[in-house]
């Protein structure tokens, strides 16, 4: 059965697993290799089962674990040619091929899709396990674009970005410049935002979500969950009947898979 291991979530590292127990892939590792070991193996996940790392973008808390993780397990690594130019200097000695549109890695199928977000050419991915349940991965965007969208509708669990509560982030101590790149189309996806899409992706199939990349300073689990929450329950959805929701933790300390 296909089973998602949130490893850490936030701007103090990004990674994510997705597979089955015996084959996966890596979505990002934004923490040191010996971490990212830990979590993968507190979720009950060996490396070796590791088939490649999937790269969203080259921000250092989404591959500052990367050169050590993949070159200890001999990793293939997967990303954009924007993102591979931009991060090539930080990954000497590593695997790395281009994504293209798209590929195959044991029986999973891979499709990245572009994103908004202030670097070279950033994307979130949607994946076909081999069980045919349909996953998909948006985080780091300034908005929903139609590609974004597209790909998060119909699948049977999606991670999406809910990153900060806009009044919090207006109110709070972060400078000006900070506060503008958040709340651009470049930025991060805000907790309104995100909650005014959940309910046409629940009309199209989903039922699983897990909110990510939540800001320590100015967001919080409750906040995230509670605006999501309002958006489907006034859409006439009831949780734990029509729909799973959850916040992805910072770290996964308690090893938590999600099987869907």
Do not use: W
């Not at 199928?109 to 081999?130: A, L, N």
């Not at 958006?231 to 916040?247: E, I």
């Amino acid at each position: 059965m296909a089973r998602l291991c949130p490893l850490f979530s936030g701007s103090s590292g990004n990674s994510y697993y997705i597979g089955s127990r015996e084959a996966g892939v890596l979505i990002d590792a934004g923490r040191s290799a010996r971490q990212l070991d830990g979590m993968l193996r507190l979720c009950g996940i060996d490396p070796l089962a590791i088939q490649g790392v999937l790269v969203t973008h080259e921000h250092s808390d989404h591959i500052s674990g990367l050169r050590v993780f993949a070159r200890k397990y001999g990793l293939p690594v997967y990303a954009t040619e924007g993102t591979l130019s931009a991060a090539g200097g930080q990954l000497e000695g590593v695997d790395l091929r281009p994504v293209g549109d798209g590929l195959s890695l044991g029986d999973m199928e891979i499709r990245p899709f572009p994103v908004s977000h202030d670097c070279v050419q950033p994307v979130g991915y949607r994946i076909r396990t081999g069980d045919g349940r349909h996953f998909c991965l948006a985080t780091d965007l300034g908005y929903l674009s139609p590609e974004a969208q597209e790909a998060l509708l119909g699948c049977d669990m999606v991670v999406i970005e809910s990153n900060h509560d806009v009044e919090t982030l207006r109110s709070g101590p972060y400078p000006y410049h900070l506060k503008r790149r958040i709340l651009s189309d470049h930025g991060h996806l805000s907790n309104g935002a995100c909650a005014a899409f959940l309910p046409q992706l629940l009309k199209s199939g989903v039922r699983r979500f897990l909110l990510a990349h939540l800001s320590r300073e100015n967001n919080s689990p409750q906040m995230a969950l509670s605006a999501a929450l309002s958006a489907l329950t006034q859409a006439g959805y009831v949780r734990d009947v029509d729909f799973l929701l959850d916040a992805a933790p910072v770290e996964n300390s308690a090893g938590k898979t999600v099987i869907f």
